[in-house]
């Protein structure tokens, strides 16, 4: 299984960004999948998770802000960045939402800066 996170880089606070993941060696279609992220200092955290009929949920600290999408066909994951805070700075990965985690892919920095 690979899981390889893109689309991270700076930008400034309120700001908007959108991270992929690319996901093969499994059928995805057939997973619940999640956004975690871990900032400097801190535990990897999960942030957003979608069902395979595309049923979302969200920490409480980026509910309302995040948007967690996922396109089948082409095997990857999205996450729709908005009104990003200093807060929201780490490194971004994708990964199951639940049962036995695959192995860790490269995650994407996002750095929430002025």
């Known amino acids: 299984v690979q899981l390889q996170a893109s689309g991270g880089g700076l930008v400034q606070p309120g700001g908007s960004l959108k991270v992929s993941c690319k996901v093969s060696?499994?059928?995805?279609?057939?997973?619940?999948m999640g956004w975690y992220r871990q900032a400097p200092g801190k535990e990897r955290e999960l942030v957003a998770g979608?069902?395979?009929?595309?049923?979302?949920n969200y920490d409480d600290s980026v509910k309302g802000r995040f948007t967690i999408s996922r396109d089948n066909v082409r095997r990857t994951l999205y996450l729709q960045m908005n009104s990003l805070k200093s807060e929201d700075t780490a490194v971004y990965y994708c990964?199951?939402?639940?049962?036995?985690?695959?192995?860790w892919g490269r995650g994407t920095l996002v750095t929430v800066s002025s």
């Open positions: 060696g499994i059928n995805f279609k057939l997973y619940e």
């Open positions: 979608i069902t395979s009929d595309h049923t979302t």
């Open positions: 990964n199951r939402r639940s049962g036995a985690m695959f192995q």
